[in-house]
């Protein structure tokens, strides 16, 4: 019956848990703690902590943590609390699946249809520009240094800027690989 309830709340957060990962934390939060009673605040607290330290998408990780350790608690067995864990990282990831898998139906059937292909024409240039606008927002201080503040960080940073830039689409190297680069040269600044 527990396995149940899980899946039935965290399908449900996932279902209508709109502004990603942080956007579900209070309702993640809401029904476990507050509705289900199935951990304290402080254990809450503690597993948004370990979900935002670990890799992946915060509300996932945290519905992840949130089904082991109710299940864990609840038989006191680390066999169900991995079953737990399993149950609520489905059940809010399903939602998202369906609709996109409904989506992409609808996609492949309508995708020749002339109305269609008009609104994808229209929001090639919306996309452009709103990718145009995340970059210019990264573009500040905190990122490539101040030219006021100090020349040679600015520079560095102008420079590995342009390094990743003609090193991925001059030279056609692998983005990650030019990640772990970026990464390393900037360990070597740092000393």
């Not at 449900?12 to 993640?28: D, E, K, P, T, V």
Request: proline share 3%.
């Amino acid at each position: 019956m527990l396995f149940l309830t899980l899946f039935y709340t965290f399908f449900l957060i996932g279902a209508f848990g709109f502004g990603g990962g942080y956007g579900m934390l209070s309702l993640i939060q809401h029904e476990v703690v507050v509705n289900h009673r199935w951990m304290t605040s402080a254990e809450f607290t503690n597993i948004v902590a370990i979900s935002q330290m670990t890799p992946g998408p915060i509300g996932i990780n945290s519905a992840t943590y949130c089904g082991y350790t109710t299940l864990y608690h609840a038989t006191d067995s680390m066999l169900m609390g991995i079953l737990g864990s399993l149950t609520a990282t489905t059940a809010l990831v399903l939602p998202s699946l369906i609709l996109m898998l409904l989506i992409s139906i609808m996609f492949l059937k309508y995708m020749r249809s002339p109305l269609v292909q008009n609104i994808f024409t229209g929001l090639r240039p919306a996309v452009v520009g709103l990718l145009a606008a995340a970059t210019l927002l990264l573009c500040n201080a905190e990122n490539f240094s101040s030219y006021a503040e100090s020349k040679w960080h600015f520079f560095i940073s102008i420079g590995l800027f342009a390094a990743t830039f003609i090193g991925t689409k001059v030279m056609k190297i692998n983005p990650i690989r030019m990640i772990a680069y970026a990464a390393f040269a900037g360990l070597l600044l740092l000393y």
